[in-house]
């Protein structure tokens, strides 16, 4: 039973567009919603993270979203970089749990 | 410097065989992490460790047994390893003291291959 869904595996954009990156999830108790970037035979490094008492989280050229009626978060990138090209992973965390709830991924390509 | 190094990155081994999966983190951190990546790309918590207490097991089969000599180091060793164990490992580790999810931080990964 997987909690947090990502359900496109992967998304191509062409360099200097908008990338959004979509994240599902079922559990209602997540209190903390994170996005992180893996590159190829690296682990994940932490992107950009939101509150569940928020709805939007903006760091430079990332943005998160939160609609916790709809259960469901996303990743905007603008503009998009050939540097962003990686595999994002979305993950949510339960107060007081001391772990993370990932999905499974999207590979994300920008093309020149 | 690497915050959270492991070794071996690499490690292919036979069936039935035991191996140790090695893991560092100079950050100071208090808790330390091993997760897998399975064939469908989840990452998946296994074991967590805070100064050396074992605080979560998710399931995972008696052969896996995480190791703690010390608050900056946590091993793993699979005994009679199966084909299904093949895949990523990645240790991780955290000061809990701040938890809220951003300050997770991953070592590059170990590619487990069972033949």
């Known amino acids: 039973d997987q909690q947090v869904k990502q359900n496109s595996p992967s998304l191509s954009v062409q360099e200097g567009r908008i990338s959004i990156l979509n994240c599902d999830y079922t559990n209602s108790m997540f209190d903390y919603f994170l996005w992180y970037k893996k590159y190829p035979a690296e682990g994940p490094t932490f992107l950009i993270s939101i509150s569940s008492i928020k709805d939007k989280n903006e760091d430079g050229r990332f943005t998160v979203f939160l609609n916790k009626s709809a259960k469901h978060l996303s990743l905007h990138i603008v503009p998009s970089q050939p540097g962003d090209s990686a595999v994002y992973f979305c993950?949510?965390?339960?107060?007081?749990?001391?772990?993370?709830?990932f999905g499974q991924g999207t590979r994300l390509t920008i093309n020149p | 410097d690497t915050a959270v190094s492991q070794t071996p990155k690499y490690l292919v081994t036979q069936m039935g065989n035991d191996k140790s999966i090695k893991c560092e983190q100079n950050l100071g951190h208090d808790t330390m992490y091993w997760y897998k990546q399975d064939s469908k790309k989840f990452l998946k918590i296994m074991f967590s460790?805070?100064?050396?207490?074992?605080?979560i097991n998710e399931t995972v089969p008696n052969r896996f047994s995480p190791k703690s000599p010390d608050k900056a180091h946590l091993n793993l060793h699979i005994n009679s390893l199966e084909l299904g164990d093949s895949a990523v490992y990645f240790c991780?580790?955290?000061?809990?003291?701040?938890?809220?999810?951003?300050?997770?931080?991953f070592g590059e990964g170990s590619w487990l291959t069972v033949v």
């Open positions: 991780a580790s955290s000061q809990v003291t701040f938890f809220s999810g951003n300050t997770i931080y």
């Open positions: 993950a949510a965390s339960l107060q007081g749990a001391q772990k993370l709830v």
């Open positions: 460790y805070n100064n050396k207490e074992l605080i």
